[in-house]
Every structure is written in C-alpha cells, then in structure tokens.
C-alpha cells in the first residue's frame, strides 16, 4: 500500500521560502510521476510540478523560475522547494504519486496536505 506524508508548510510573509517535504512509502512504480498540486479556498486543484523517472520535470507558468522539485529516492522523500513566496501561492499543498504529467485526474495516490500561508 502506498503512504504519502506531506509536511513542512507554514506561514511565511511575501517573498519568503519554503520547503515542502513528502515521504512515501510502498511500492510506486518508476514509470509514473511524482507531482506538487495545490488548492485554494474556492478553487479548483491546480497542478504546480512534476518530476519524473527521466530526470526532467514540468512545472504550472505560475511558479516557474520561483519553485523547485526534486526527489531524494534514498531517503523516499519528494520535496518542493518554494523561493519568492507571493500571497497569490496561498493554498493546501498536496504530493501525489502514480500519475501523468500535470493532469491531476490521473494521480493514484495523495498525501494528507499541508498549508502554506503568505502574507503581504
């Protein structure tokens, strides 16, 4: 069975950083993505990045150049590296797993969430 445990979220004021972490568990197989969504109070899930068993990753328009996704297999450990931190990045954080590019209707597997608040 696959676990996945978001932390690592806060509050942080505009212009900060944050590193989001999720540590998985279970047998996930190397062909499917890895990925960062997120949700807003009265919005629809949005993806944020991805990274796959290629090396590459894909990230929204919204936070290129600004957030980073890497994954650290030794310790099974997915993390989002979040730099100049807008109030407009506001939202539940989520990891996911088992899925395809940023299409988050095809992510099997889902961590719990964690909040990152940006204030102005």
């Known amino acids: 069975q696959v676990q996945l445990v978001n932390t690592g979220g806060g509050s942080v004021q505009s212009g900060g950083s944050l590193r989001l972490s999720c540590v998985y568990s279970?047998?996930?197989?190397?062909?499917?993505?890895m990925g960062w969504f997120r949700q807003a109070p009265g919005k629809e899930r949005e993806a944020v990045a991805r990274?796959?068993?290629?090396?590459?990753?894909m990230y929204a328009d919204s936070v290129k150049g600004r957030f980073t996704i890497s994954q650290d297999n030794s310790k099974n450990t997915l993390y989002l590296q979040m730099n100049s931190l807008k109030s407009e990045d506001t939202a539940m954080y989520y990891c996911a797993a088992g899925g395809s590019e940023l299409a988050s209707k095809t992510y099997a597997y889902w961590g719990q969430g964690t909040q990152v608040t940006v204030s102005s």
């Open positions: 279970g047998r996930i197989f190397s062909r499917y993505c």
């Open positions: 990274t796959s068993s290629d090396g590459t990753s």
